[in-house]
């Protein structure tokens, strides 16, 4: 990794139109309008705005834990990485510079990094920036950053691809969120998305969220995991013994199965996957469930040159928008 590019970069207090400016041999930047220098610790230069909202804050916390106690790549993520992110390719990152929004622990970060990407920018407000950073230090290309995606700290028109998995859902206005990703793509730059669908999963936002609003959102992920291992164990062995074998390893979903298209999906995973997943889904303080329908809303707002709207395991949307020439 290495410091990215100053012109890339903005104040994340002052805004879009504040520039940062090379700083001197301890600080990498500063912002000239605010004053305010930025450090960099660890591979990850730290543009986190001066103040957050408990509720980010919050969430950012949960997941930073949800991230470090399952600090792992492993070589399925890759595939998954590509089924998110169809019709891209990888060799749409050639040479180009890429956001991604939403790092984690960086499990993308590491494969679009050696996708030949000039820059790829991993942005995460959680600790799991760090992993990201050291999972990618041998990669001069990417520059990690800690920032919040709702204001983020780059330039207008600044990446060439924007990518966001997993992650719009659980801020705390995802439609502001989709509006700053739109800002720093360049135009004829593409956007990708992956958002929890509300379509296919009326059980979980009637009968799991208000448990994770109420309940399990409140107590730490640190302490939240191991009382979810009874869970994890019967969902995971659900998953071996009915869902792989009926649906094929997910490569055939079955009518009278319930959620067999995605659970057959996540079938093929190890345990620790299929724990963190569980974690994940009830960890947050902030989850969306968003329609097709106001997906597609929010893409005509941008507007984009054209959009295409998947769904994904039948519980999920995949979005790719092209910003206009
Ligand atoms: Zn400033």
Redesign the pocket.
Known sequence: MTLPPVDALT????GPG?PLVPGDSTTPFR??????VFFSSRGVLDLAPGDIPELTRDTVSQFGDSWSSHEYLAPYQEKQFLDWIAPLRPEDFKGRSVLEAGCGKGRHTFHLAGYGADHVYPVDLSSAVLLAADYTKAFPNVHPLRANLLRLPLADASVDVAVCLGVLHHLQDPREGLKELWRVLRPGGTLCLWVYGREGNGWIVHLVDPVRKGITSRIPAKILRPLLLPLSLTLFAALKLVYGPFTRRGQRPVGWLPYSAYLGYISKFPFREVEHIVLDHLCPPIAYYLSGPQIEAWLAELPAAKSALRWHNRNSWNAVAVKPG
């Open positions: 104040c994340p207090d002052c504040a912002c000239p309008r605010c004053g305010r």
